[in-house]
């Protein structure tokens, strides 16, 4: 018989994947769209589902759910809290037709990071809270960032978020679990998040196409969006000569395409997009009086996202002179770029290192809820590769043994920000 080795230092905790990967898949049946995809439009009646049956498993597993009155959901331990907030997490909204990823992902590794620690009863120098973020898409409520914007203190220019017809985010809130008389309440004291980490799909083709499983995020873009109304006259499509009309439709489209150029031919900025578009009455047989559409610019740079709102004004005066229908240009929300802590950086590269996985970094051309916690706290990002590149649509995807890296990664940070 052998002498039995020393005994070496504990194994690190690793994340159960199994379980991970359950999670995620039973919440991506709440809103699921028939034809594939989910639709879990933010402040609305299945992100509050949604809230509810991850506060039940999180409470289930031993943690304690707590919602605040903006919809926020947050989860910590069940013990006393030892230091200071480390806040993991991102958002469970989705857009129109997107998929169960964008956002998900990084709040149920969050609560399987809570978990793990708490089955290996680590206590860490801070208190580890799970959070899923309200409204982060501003899909349905257009003001993105909802939630985290509460929990920062920028409530100022949330008073006035509607849906489209007009509906206010403080109906919506009242309906669905949240409290629009105790928003300010949301908002965390001042220095009271040490950190936060958010773990998400790459949502573009940089990290698939390298074939390398981990992004280290330096920065997040920041995005302009410039609601656009065109005025032209409703008019009778077979009686109204080619000439004498104020086509609104027409006008939308040369909107469309002047936007598109600003960034793929002018390089203003990185990406101007117009992904709303509306025209009324919509009728076959009337020329189009109004149209509405929404232009968004992203650029990593403040200087180069300011050109690129300006260009769009300027596009919006180019073709009201050639169209004779009128264009207005409204700010309708805005955020700015942000740069990663760098030594929350080095620790989710060393992470990775440790896991032996190779990693990446890179930028993020999507906002996420990081970019309003940083201007309270320092931020961390981690990215998994997305298959395709595809993201905002059902087909988004990400093979299960990278979601299951990520998490690890995500594990790894924390055990090693407790270290340093
Ligand atoms: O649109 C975005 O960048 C994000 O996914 N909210
Ligand atoms: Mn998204
Ligand atoms: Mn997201
Ligand atoms: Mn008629």
């Known amino acids: 018989r052998r002498d039995p080795s020393p005994a070496g230092p504990p194994p690190v905790p690793r994340v159960d994947g199994v379980r991970l990967l359950e999670v995620l898949e039973r919440l991506g049946e709440i809103g699921a769209d028939p034809g594939g995809g989910v639709t879990r439009l933010g402040l609305g009646p299945l992100e509050q589902q949604a809230r509810g049956w991850l506060a039940g498993v999180g409470r289930s597993a031993g943690l304690v759910p707590r919602t605040d009155p903006a919809g926020n959901l947050f989860l910590r331990l069940p013990w006393p809290a030892t230091g200071p907030v480390l806040l993991i997490g991102s958002h469970v909204d989705t857009v129109v ?10 709040v149920v590794a969050a609560i399987e990071v809570l978990r793990v620690l708490r089955a290996a009863g680590v206590r860490l120098p801070f208190d580890p809270v799970a959070v899923a973020f309200a409204n982060e898409e501003g899909a349905l409520v257009q003001l993105p960032f909802f ?32 409290d629009p008389g105790r928003l300010a309440e949301a908002a965390w004291p001042e220095g009271s998040i040490a950190a936060y980490l958010e773990l998400h799909i790459e949502q573009g083709p940089v990290l698939e196409r390298a074939g390398i499983p981990i992004g280290v995020v330096e920065g997040i873009v920041g995005r302009t969006i410039v609601d656009i109304e065109v005025l032209g006259q409703a008019q009778h499509a077979g009686t109204t000569p080619m000439e004498a009309r104020h086509d609104a439709l027409v006008a939308a489209a040369e909107l469309v395409l002047g936007v598109r150029r600003i960034a793929a031919v002018d390089g203003v900025c990185t990406t101007a997009t117009v992904g709303f578009l509306r025209a009324a009455p ?25 050109a690129g709102e300006a260009a769009v004004r300027a596009v919006g005066a180019e073709v009201e002179r050639r169209t004779g229908c009128r264009v207005r240009c409204t700010l309708s929300s805005g955020s700015a770029p942000v740069a990663t802590d760098p030594a929350l950086r080095r620790a989710i590269a060393e992470a990775a290192d ?34 395709g590149g595809i993201s905002h649509a059902p087909a988004e995807d990400t093979p299960p043994e990278a979601l299951v890296r990520g998490a690890d990664v995500l594990l790894r940070t924390v055990l090693r920000l407790a270290a340093t």
Do not use: K, W
């Open 97 to 106: 037709q997107g998929g169960r990823l964008d956002g998900a992902y990084g």
């Open 354 to 387: 440790a896991l032996g996985l190779a990693r990446l970094a890179l930028p993020s051309g999507a906002g996420h809820d990081a970019q309003i916690v940083a201007s309270v706290a320092p931020i961390g990002m981690i990215f998994v590769p997305s298959t």
């Open 147 to 178: 939630g985290s914007r509460a929990v920062c203190g920028q409530l100022a220019d949330m008073t006035g978020a509607t849906d489209r017809s007009g509906r206010g985010a403080h109906t919506y809130l009242a309906e669905h679990g949240g």
């Open 282 to 306: 919509n009728v076959t047989n009337t020329v189009p009086g109004t149209a509405r559409l929404t232009a968004e610019v992203r650029d990593i740079d403040p200087d180069r996202l300011a």
